[in-house]
């Protein structure tokens, strides 16, 4: 795959480099793992996920992550998992009773990544470490893996204004933001401000409740109403969920502008092909996994991280916590065959179903 080389920015919200020494030196009291030292290949995992609406958790990341933990510990670990549906209050609950069942580590993709820290704490307190997936969650985590989240708005704001060229001078776009829950979603917002703030003109921004579809169309709907659709030159979206709510809006008024996505989720792809969606970022799950997997089986063994983990992130609670943050990569229609076709993500024929066949021919796609 060809992927795209990028530098964390500086001055990132909540997350600064530092030598893996440093990291391990500054949180020397988030690896204490109780007893789990004397653990070997048998172990059990606790994975708790934060939702089954984007396609991504149950078709990429479960399997990928349960199927990593199998071969580092022989098939003897046991993953325990369960997904939160959205709901902060049943994620905690679900943090609860693995504590209570002496799970050896806990992998946690956080739905409110403030409201979780109690129950990061009670995990702590009984001797288990904690690996934050993919949102940075509050509370004395051990480790924390994700992507470069500013890059990723960075990316996005770029492809944006590529896809506008001399009309962004010509009228204004509309920023729909992901969930203020979650912490991913300020820092996308912050690395596509940094890329759009002069260049285009913002006519209304929103900050989408639970990252749903719905919620994204009926802000659009909103939009269009108040800005008027001859003045619409663009859509910066989040991800791919929401721009699919966001296009059929669009559609229903008869506007046809380029829109933004992540996670290059089947039906965001499928819309690339066709020049609906204009690009989605590309984030190789399986890397992001394999470093969630290996930093929980090296901490519910006792084991150091510093092998692992080449970064350092500070969240707004913990400080210096071991990371591994992946590269991400633009995807359009140009590059559909190097990134999720070439990496096994999607078939040709799961993308090339007969409603697609035609635009997947002009797009080189067979």
Known sequence: MRRTAIAVAAGALAVSLAACGSAAESSDDNSDSGDSAAKGDDIKVGLLLPENQTARYEKFDKPLIEKKIKELTNNKAEVVYANAKQDASQ???????????????????????????????????????????????????????????????????????????????????????????????ALFKEGAHSVLDGKVEVGREYDTKEWKPENANANMEGAISAIGKDKIVGVYSANDGMAGGIITALKAAGIDVPVTGQDAELAGVQRIVTGEQYMSVYKPYAPEADAAAEMAVALAQGKSLDSIAKDSVDSPTTKGVPSVLVPVVSLTQENINDTVIKDGVYTVEEICTAKYKAACDKVGLK
């Not at 943090?95 to 129950?119: E, W």
């Open 91 to 185: 994620q905690n609950q679900q943090v609860d009773t693995m504590v209570t069942n002496k799970v050896d580590v806990l992998i946690l993709d956080a739905v409110d990544a403030k409201a979780i820290a109690g129950s990061v704490k009670k995990a702590k307190d009984a001797g288990i470490p904690v690996v934050a997936y993919d949102r940075l969650a509050e509370g004395p985590i051990d480790a924390y893996t994700s992507f470069d989240n500013v890059t990723v708005g960075k990316t996005q704001g770029e492809a944006l204004l590529e896809a506008l060229g001399d009309k962004a001078e010509d009228g204004q776009i509309v920023m729909m933001n992901g969930s203020s829950t979650d912490p991913n979603a």
